[in-house]
């Protein structure tokens, strides 16, 4: 299995950036393609962005397009999630997860999970 731990959240002001990062260990990075996932209060999770083993092939939300940039580094086992352009309504905990499966929508496909981490857009 794998361990996951999410970081970089924080408060910043619509149409500032950050850039979260997820960490992984245990089974090798690279037998798990990694989705980026999202939770706003009172509301479910939403699926945000995903990207292959590879790298090379990478799928968002339609509201998210154009805005953020999954990306992965297998040399260091870790994922990245820039987000530019920053919208109030991108307020949530984020969430990156790992599946065994091909590239991912769906939020029940992904086995393991990190913790979260909150990012707040002020208007």
């Known amino acids: 299995q794998v361990q996951l731990i999410e970081s970089g959240g924080g408060l910043v002001q619509a149409g500032g950036s950050l850039r979260l990062s997820c960490a992984a260990s245990?089974?090798?990075?690279?037998?798990?393609?990694m989705g980026w996932f999202r939770q706003a209060p009172g509301k479910e999770r939403d699926f945000v962005a995903a990207i292959s083993r590879s790298g090379r092939t990478t799928y968002y939300a339609d509201s998210v397009k154009g805005r953020f940039t999954i990306s992965r580094d297998n040399a260091k086992n870790t994922m990245y999630l820039q987000m530019n352009s920053l919208k109030p309504e991108d307020t949530a905990n984020y969430y990156c997860a790992a599946t065994s499966s091909d590239l991912s929508i769906t939020e029940y496909e992904y086995s393991y999970w990190g913790q979260g981490t909150q990012v707040t857009v002020s208007s």
């Open positions: 245990g089974r090798t990075f690279t037998s798990y393609a």
